[in-house]
C-alpha cells in the first residue's frame, strides 16, 4: 500500500466505521506491498562466495480474494470489529514471510546438503487501532545466549504488556506465490515458472 510519501504497512483504524469503510475497500481489490528480501545459499559451510545470492525489492501483489487469505481475513476483522465494539485495543498483523520464504527456496532451488539464509523486511501488513508489535524481541537462541541477561530483562516485560494492553492477532499468509508478467506483443498475462 503507498502514499505519496512511500510504502507505508500500517493502517490505523480509529472507529467501528473506519473497520467497516476498510473491509469494504480491501476486499477483492488487490493490495500492492513492497518488500524488502535476501536470500543466499551455499553448498557447504566453508564457502567463500554463495553459489545463489538474490537481494532487492519485489513488488508483492495480495490478491484479498484468494481462498487461503479471504476467510483468515474475515475472522480477524470480525474478532477486530468486536473488540473495537468492547472499547478495546487490537492489531492485525498479516504475514507474508512464510509465503516468500517458501517462494524463493521453489525459485532458485538447490540439491542435497544446501545451507541458505533468507531475510525479509516489510512483509507484514498492520491493521490496528493502538500501534504495531515489535518484532526486535522475537530473536533466536543464538541471540538469547549472547545477549542474555538484555534479553531476559526485556521481552518477557514488553510480551506482558503487550498482552495486557491490546490483542494481537496474527495471519501467516502460507498461499502460494506466483511469478507473473505480461507479454509486450499481446498483453497477456503468463505464469512465469523460472
Same mark, same amino acid.
Given at each position: ?80 470489529? =468486536? @473488540? ?7 492489531? !492485525?498483523? /498479516? $504475514?507474508?514471510?512464510?509465503? %516468500? ?57 514488553? =510480551? @506482558? ?7 494481537? !492477532?496474527? /495471519? $501467516?499468509?502460507?498461499?502460494? %506465490? ?17
Amino acid at each position: 500500500m503507498g502514499t505519496k510519501d512511500g510504502m507505508i504497512n500500517q493502517i490505523n483504524i480509529s472507529s467501528i466505521e473506519d473497520l467497516e469503510s476498510f473491509h469494504e475497500q480491501i476486499m477483492g481489490v488487490p493490495v500492492l506491498l513492497r518488500v524488502w528480501a535476501e536470500f543466499v545459499q551455499n553448498d557447504y559451510i566453508g564457502a567463500a562466495q554463495p553459489d545463489i545470492h538474490f537481494e532487492g525489492d519485489l513488488a508483492l501483489l495480495v490478491d484479498t480474494s484468494h481462498p487461503m487469505i479471504r476467510p483468515e481475513l474475515e475472522k480477524a476483522l470480525d474478532q477486530a470489529r =468486536k @473488540i473495537i465494539q468492547s472499547q478495546g485495543k487490537f492489531c !492485525i498483523q /498479516i $504475514d507474508f514471510g512464510t509465503a %516468500i520464504g517458501k517462494w524463493l527456496k521453489k525459485t532458485y532451488p538447490r540439491g542435497y546438503c544446501g545451507l541458505c539464509r533468507l531475510r525479509n523486511h516489510r512483509a507484514r501488513l498492520y491493521i490496528t487501532n493502538y500501534d504495531k508489535q515489535e518484532h526486535c524481541l522475537d530473536c533466536n537462541a543464538v541471540w538469547c545466549l549472547v545477549l542474555g541477561p538484555c534479553w531476559l530483562l526485556s521481552a518477557p516485560c514488553y =510480551k @506482558i504488556y503487550r498482552v495486557i494492553k491490546c490483542k494481537d !492477532i496474527v /495471519i $501467516d499468509v502460507t498461499a502460494p %506465490i506466483v511469478r507473473r508478467t505480461t507479454l509486450a506483443i499481446s498483453g497477456k498475462v503468463i505464469e512465469v515458472t523460472r
